[in-house]
């Protein structure tokens, strides 16, 4: 498997190893949607596109995850 020997090599570096795509994957155009009749502006981060959920990518989070067990599966 690919990647760093430390933390800060995922959150310095371009290659994404290890990446969460985003809030969301592709563009959204002009920076706005409507849903429900509420328009929302985001932050536009590839001209006047948003791409995968804004500035600060979700591949710049260090996430810790926790086990879990529950009735139907564990996760």
């Known amino acids: ?3 760093f ?3 800060a090599g995922y959150l310095n570096n371009v290659p ?3 990446a ?3 809030r ?3 563009r959204i155009r002009n920076a706005q949607f409507t849903l429900d009749g509420t328009t929302y502006h985001l932050a536009k981060n590839i ?3 948003t791409l995968h959920g ?3 990518g979700f591949d710049k989070v260090l996430w810790t995850g926790e086990p879990f067990q529950t009735t139907a ?3």
């Open 1 to 3: 498997m690919l990647g």
């Open 5 to 7: 020997d430390s933390p």
């Open 16 to 18: 994404y190893f290890g």
């Open 20 to 22: 969460v795509v985003g």
């Open 24 to 26: 969301y994957a592709n």
């Open 47 to 49: 001209g006047q596109n």
């Open 54 to 56: 804004g500035v600060r």
């Open 73 to 75: 599966a564990p996760g």
